[in-house]
């Protein structure tokens, strides 16, 4: 199913973000592992999310919808999990693949894992590797989906990650729960830390410390038991850039983010906005399970090209698709470094950006570890284009947000996938004053 964004003067309102994919997945993981009965709000119904509730419920857990964004798991309790009849359809999601795989390593039960033809093509190694080292039993030689993990006793260790990513953390710290003894993780960049924080909201103990050198080890002992936990699910900042980013881009008017969860390790891209010298205001607004909310303000604004230090590329790791099309619209040459991990996302979103940008008239070059961008600035991006998203549903939003600002219309070739983290996004989007239909939705004027 095509899509299209053609460009508009005015973006304006108010909008909540909608619930966040990380704490989504692991809120239905915890509490289907915790003993007793958990209340979750706000969840992000998206399709990935819904993938990682059938595949806990596959598992034993009882998972059901409330109401609209409102579920109630009744857990497990430890090593309460049971094999699943059927193979687990992770859908378009890496994180539910890879964390649900530490998850039942450490419960030594079978489980065979598949998913869709960009899961399929990424990359399992990077946990099959040390959940092996902990005694897990795989059949998978490839390191590619489909595969089995097949239930053996794990013993703890320390592993330090070989490349930052807070999946590969996740994975080893939620074996580690199922192993003997302790389990230590090293990363040396710290990544998004949702595991820690909300093991903790379950009643785990989880020690963490500074490695001085900008990383930090991770301890959690095996055998430790999960507490049933309410959780309020915050809104997600990766979803929300989006809407603030098109305020930003487009002529007129003021775009607020109401419930915008702010952390330092997912704050990259607002503080490379701020560096290119954006308006964008962020007001706290309250705390929930251990995060903060906060309601985000932006106004039409002149950019400056920006380059973000390696050591930020870990905080706004979902976000560079959007940032090149920031880059694009900015006065000056934009270089990212330090990104290769982006080569191993649902496309390879280093040539699938650059291919997004130069199909719209922009310059655009891919290098071995990110990219490079000529801002168009006082020129205007020209548009036009049709962008081909490779399953992709960050590469599909940020294409349509190029639309919303750039000279002539932009075109994707398949909007299907935004579905996988932001179902409302189209809903969202019109209601700020945007000008995007999907082929063949009612009163469409494709
Ligand atoms: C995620 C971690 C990141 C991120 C992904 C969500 C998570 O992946 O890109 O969208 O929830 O742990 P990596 O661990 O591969 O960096």
């Not at 891919?366 to 960050?394: A, I, S, W």
């Amino acid at each position: 199913m095509r899509a299209i964004s053609r460009p508009v003067s005015r973006l304006d309102g108010a909008l909540r973000a909608p619930g966040d994919k990380s704490c989504s997945h692991r809120a239905l993981m915890f509490a289907g592992l915790a003993e007793g009965v958990s209340h979750i709000e706000g969840l992000l119904e998206g399709e990935d999310v819904v993938n990682t509730a059938k595949a806990m419920s596959a598992c034993g857990a009882q998972v059901e919808r409330l109401s609209l964004r409102r579920w109630r798991v009744t857990g497990v309790g430890a090593q309460g999990l049971r094999a699943p009849e059927t193979t687990l359809d992770m859908g378009n999601s890496g994180t539910g693949a890879r964390l649900l795989m530490g998850l039942i390593a450490g419960q030594q039960i079978t489980a065979a894992f598949d998913g869709d033809s960009s899961l399929r093509s990424r990359p399992m190694s990077r946990v099959l590797e040390p959940l092996r080292q902990m005694g897990a039993r795989c059949d998978s030689n490839d390191g590619l989906l489909p595969l089995t993990l097949e239930g053996a006793p794990l013993t703890g260790m320390e592993y330090v990650t070989p490349m930052a990513s807070a999946q590969v953390k996740s994975c080893v710290m939620l074996a580690g729960l199922g192993a003997s003894g302790d389990t230590i993780v090293h990363e040396r960049r710290k990544t998004r830390d949702h595991t820690e924080r909300m093991l903790k909201a379950f009643g785990v103990n989880v020690g963490q410390s500074e490695d001085g050198e900008g990383g930090q080890r991770i301890t959690v002992r095996g055998g430790q038991r999960l507490k049933a936990s309410d959780v309020l699910i915050p809104g997600d900042p990766s979803s929300a850039a989006f809407l603030w980013a098109a305020g930003l881009l487009v002529g007129d008017g003021e775009v607020s983010v109401l419930n915008v969860m702010s952390n330092p390790t997912r704050d990259g891209l607002v503080e490379a906005v701020r560096r290119m010298g954006a308006y964008v205001d962020v007001t706290w607004e309250s705390e929930s399970g251990g995060e903060s909310l906060t309601r985000l303000t932006v106004k039409p604004s002149t950019l400056a090209a920006y380059n973000p230090e390696d050591d930020v590329v870990p905080n706004m790791i979902d976000e560079f698709p959007l940032f090149a099309v920031l880059a694009a619209f900015a006065e000056g040459d934009t270089v990212v470094t330090g990104a290769e991990e982006l080569r191993v996302k649902e496309s390879d979103r280093i040539a699938a950006t650059v291919a997004m940008l130069v199909a719209n008239g922009v310059y655009a070059e891919e290098r071995p570890d990110g990219f490079l961008v000529r801002g168009c600035g006082r020129n205007g991006v020209p548009g036009g284009g049709v962008v081909t998203t490779h399953h992709d549903h960050r590469i599909a939003m940020s294409a349509l947000v190029m639309g919303c600002a750039a000279k002539a219309p932009v075109t994707i070739d398949d909007a299907a996938m935004i579905n996988t983290s932001y179902p409302d996004f189209f809903a969202h989007m019109t209601a700020l004053g945007a000008d995007m239909v999907r082929e063949g939705d009612a009163e469409s004027d494709w």
